[in-house]
């Protein structure tokens, strides 16, 4: 099956700078969404982007959907930006469900 | 537009006890999904419905296990003698598919957080 690997795993920055995160998958996907879990477990829909470019205050995300890549830009981080981020792809393969990426664990620190 | 909501948050039961937790969808979305989440992982797919149709299981989903949507609103999963790897946060979520307003875009529920002791 498919594989969705993110990088870094874990990422620590001071408050106030800006990161790239970074998710790789390994077949064709129809769908691409980039997640915020926060410490309470609630996942928070950031970007739905399955193409393209798109932007959203201090965020924003690409995806290269040849190339089999997305990246999520977070600028001018804030402590409430710490979490876990995901993404999770659907595949071309007639399914709806999400796989979900391995995850990049960031702390801002104030 | 409230959201998704699960019920109920949290849940400590006993092993071989049966826990049942229920769903609420976005209300004019016709597909809900179940997912699981252990510590340190990413959610993984367990099954979906569209409307009261239960379209595509994981093989996660064992004889234990069983969802339903009786009306195509809300859905209930239920885990029968349940054992301690069955701890996890279980997480609905929900989208809509109707003709040219489809979309994959999900949203998720603040999901129940079971504990088998």
């Known amino acids: 099956g498919i594989q969705v690997e993110q990088s870094p795993p874990d990422l620590i920055l001071q408050e106030g700078a800006n990161s790239t995160l970074r998710c790789n998958f390994s077949?064709?996907?129809?769908?691409l969404q980039w997640f915020h879990q926060n410490p309470w477990g609630q996942l928070i829909n950031l970007f739905y982007?399955?193409?393209g470019t798109k932007q959203n205050g201090r965020l924003s995300a690409t995806t290269v959907a040849t190339e089999r890549y997305s990246l999520l830009y977070i600028s001018s981080s804030q402590t409430t930006d710490s979490g876990v981020y995901f993404c999770?792809?659907?595949?071309?393969?007639?399914?709806?469900?999400?796989?979900f990426g391995t995850g990049t664990r960031l702390k801002v620190l104030a | 537009d409230t959201g998704v909501s699960q019920d109920p948050r949290h849940k400590i039961t006993k092993r071989g006890q049966n826990v049942t937790f229920r769903c609420d969808p976005i209300?004019?979305?016709?597909?809900l999904y179940w997912y699981r989440q252990t510590l340190g992982q990413g959610p993984e797919f367990l099954t979906y419905?569209?409307?009261?149709?239960?379209?595509?299981k994981s093989r996660l989903l064992s004889d234990r296990f069983s969802a339903e949507r009786p009306k195509g609103s809300f859905s209930t999963l239920e885990i029968q003698r349940t054992e301690q790897g069955d701890s996890a946060m279980y997480l609905c979520?929900?989208?809509?598919?109707?003709?040219?307003?489809?979309?994959?875009?999900?949203?998720f529920g603040p999901g129940t957080r079971l504990t088998v002791t």
């Open positions: 209300s004019e979305h016709n597909r």
């Open positions: 419905f569209q409307n009261e149709a239960q379209l595509e």
């Open positions: 979520a929900s989208s809509l598919a109707r003709g040219g307003r489809s979309s994959y875009e999900q949203y």
């Open positions: 077949d064709s996907v129809n769908n």
């Open positions: 999770a792809v659907v595949t071309t393969s007639g399914t709806y469900k999400y796989i």
């Open positions: 982007i399955p193409s």
